[in-house]
């Protein structure tokens, strides 16, 4: 009978948690105002940050993905193939835009998100935006996708 009170207990101590985990993650998302968008100038002071974030995702997952250049990175947002996502003025994700075969095939490429903010769909909101971007810019081309992750 004392294991069942003891089981009872800890299956409240349980949902107790996981409402308290629930309100966390609902009072992040009302503090929290992530704005996704198509990368523009403002937005260059971000790339070093955007391949330090890389090369870290990188090399806790094991994955050997090369680094980008500054300038490379740079070049796609001055070109307006890439898709940043900011909470205020700090930056939380980024993806780019790649065409080839005289833009008759398009891929979206370099999608990182912080880890602090994972889990909260902000990967599938850049990558969305990426495909918006990509019907926008190359409306006839096929679109690749293709994402490592946890």
């Not at 300038?71 to 909470?87: C, F, H, L, P």
């Not at 205020?88 to 998100?113: K, M, P, Q, T």
């Amino acid at each position: 009978m004392i294991e069942l009170l003891f089981a009872y207990c800890g299956l409240i101590c349980n949902l107790c948690a996981f409402k308290k985990i629930l309100t966390i993650k609902r009072y992040i998302f009302t503090t929290m105002k992530i704005d996704v968008r198509v990368a523009s100038e403002e937005h260059l002071r971000f790339v070093t940050q955007i391949n330090d974030s890389s090369d870290e995702a990188a090399k806790q997952r094991g994955t050997g993905i090369a680094r980008r250049t500054d300038e490379y990175i740079a070049d796609k947002i001055n070109s307006g193939k890439a898709i940043i996502a900011v909470n205020r003025n700090e930056f939380v994700g980024f993806c780019y835009i790649e065409s080839w075969g005289h833009d008759e095939f398009v891929a979206n490429s370099g999608l990182i998100v912080r880890p602090q903010y994972r889990g909260m769909g902000v990967a599938k909101r850049i990558k969305q935006a990426a495909f918006e971007l990509s019907r926008k810019r190359f409306p006839n081309a096929k679109l690749f996708g293709l994402t490592t992750g946890e």
